[in-house]
């Protein structure tokens, strides 16, 4: 008991039992009370309010183990055998880890090996598929136009001929050969001791009609070939010919049945000659169109020379009269003043008929056309027109978006020859390497400039870099440097 006026014990922040059992008082506790019960009964009392005490004291020594065992207050032993009994857990927790990763070791080793075995068999496949694929390359003749243009250049001629007279003649000369070839048996060839049901007459008869067919179907793929010949086509049409050939001689295989060499070189020769035929005649067609150009811009020019030696000789025929007038009246000075006016129409009419007796004579010029063709390229041509400049405006009509550009202006009494030796300085800078009527190069003003300056005896009228390109600019290209 606590003496009245003594301080209570301070109260420790542990378990809720040992908090109670601390802060009952004894007195409380049951059968300490005194009424009516006997001695035996207040004994009786006590001994169940003691065991009720010391089981109240047990769980809390419990719960106060436990909380010291939490904030490290255990005997050292007691340390001892936890740290053992954690180190045993820790060992065991390592074991199963090991054991583990040998496990996912063991399993990844062989996700491994199924991979290789899978990349093997891939590799085995993709190699049996590219195998396939170069069979069939080899098997397959490219006849798109767009990726055979792709590769074509100037057209060689397989038989170089005179003209397309002479390739057509020569064509009519193939096909009577191989027409005779065909009459005589000789365009296809297969055994000849074939027997249907044990006789021969059946099998040599079934052998021919098979033969027929085949060569039937040979040259109908042939003569399609002719009919769509292009020049660029030739050498896919030769191979189609040839995989057709052994077409034919792998289905007629069992009766050794094949397309004579003598029958297929002479269709391969057809065409061959068909494709130099069709090559010679466009470019005689386009020889011709350039000749009419030629004459065409001839006639012009022949025009505009003879309307100025008219009118020149209208101004001599005038200033001849007033000299005279003038003259009659005794005016020198003016007569002296119009004769000189004379001598210079004089020659200016000797130039005119010069330039209509020397063809060549013109001027040279060199022109772009920045918003149509883009930057770096210019077209070199002549006119033989009084003013070369309606020549320019010619090119740039409705044609073309915009208008050309002129870079520059020369007079030559050669003026054709100058030109083809412009043309044969940047040949290999020709846009169209096919067609030469068409003379657009892929170079600079500056270049031009510097190959006429090599060239002695020209004489350049007018030079620009910078093309104005006005109505290009105007329409939204970009501004022309400052």
């Known amino acids: 008991m606590t003496a009245p006026g003594t301080p209570a014990p301070p109260v420790l922040e542990v378990n809720p039992d040992l908090q109670q059992l601390l802060t009952t008082p004894i007195r409380s506790l049951p059968g300490s009370e005194t009424g009516g019960f006997g001695r035996k ?37 007691e340390l001892t055998v936890e ?31 199924q991979i290789g075995l899978q990349a093997t068999a891939a590799n085995a496949e993709l190699h049996r598929v590219n195998a396939e694929l170069e069979r069939a390359r080899q098997s397959l003749v490219v006849t798109r136009d767009e990726a055979l243009l792709q590769e074509v250049g100037v057209y060689e001629y397989t038989h170089p001929l005179e003209d397309a007279v002479a390739y057509k003649a020569k064509l009519e000369s193939i096909k009577t050969d191989y027409k005779a070839l065909a009459k005589g048996d000789k365009a296809i060839s297969s055994v000849s001791n074939w027997q249907v049901n044990g006789s021969a007459a059946a099998g040599r008869k079934m052998v021919r009609e098979f033969s027929k067919l085949m060569l039937r179907a040979y040259n109908a793929d042939a003569d ?15 191979d189609r010919l040839q995989k057709t050939r052994e077409t034919i001689t792998r289905l007629g295989s069992t009766m050794d049945m094949h397309i ?4 297929h070189r002479l269709r391969v020769q057809e065409l061959q000659l068909t494709a130099d035929y069709r090559a010679k005649t466009e470019e005689e067609k386009e020889r011709i169109r350039e000749q009419r ?32 007038k003038l003259e009659d009246n005794g005016d020198t000075a003016a007569a002296a003043e119009l004769t000189a006016k004379l001598e210079a129409i004089d020659t200016a009419f000797e130039n ?54 002129v870079h520059a202006m020369v007079f030559s009494e050669d003026a054709r020859g100058l030109e083809s030796r412009l ?8 846009v169209n390497k096919v067609n030469l009527r068409r003379e657009f190069f892929h170079v600079t003003p500056q270049q031009v400039r510097g190959a006429l300056a090599k060239l002695a005896g020209e004489h350049l009228l007018e030079y620009t870099d910078e093309p104005e390109a006005y109505e290009w600019r105007a329409s939204g290209g970009e ?3 400052a």
Request: overall charge positive; proline content about 3%.
């Open 479 to 481: 501004p022309r440097p």
């Open 83 to 113: 740290i053992e009994r954690r180190k045993a857990l820790i060992e065991h927790l390592d074991s199963e880890a090991a054991s583990r990763k040998e496990s996912i070791t063991a399993q990844a080793q062989d996700q491994l090996h």
């Open 41 to 77: 009964h207040r004994l009786e009392a006590q001994v169940t309010a003691a065991e009720e005490l010391a089981f109240r004291l047990q769980r809390a020594l419990i719960a106060t183990v436990g909380e010291l065992h939490a904030l490290g207050a255990l005997e050292a032993s």
């Open 423 to 430: 043309h044969e300085t940047f040949a290999e800078h020709r």
């Open 293 to 324: 150009a030629r004459e065409r811009e001839e006639e012009k020019a022949q025009r505009e020379l003879l309307k100025e030696q008219e009118k020149l000789e209208k101004e001599r025929a005038h200033l001849r009269s007033a000299i005279a």
């Open 260 to 263: 004579t060499d003598a029958y």
């Open 224 to 238: 399609n070939l002719v009919r769509t010949m292009r020049p660029y086509k030739l050498r896919s049409a030769v």
């Open 352 to 405: 005119v008929l010069a330039r209509q007796a020397n063809s060549a004579t013109g001027y040279v010029y060199v022109i772009s056309n920045r918003g149509a063709f883009g930057a770096n390229m210019v077209k070199i041509g002549m006119t033989r027109r009084l003013e070369p400049l309606d020549r320019v405006n010619e090119l740039g009509d409705a044609s073309v978006p915009f208008r050309f550009d």
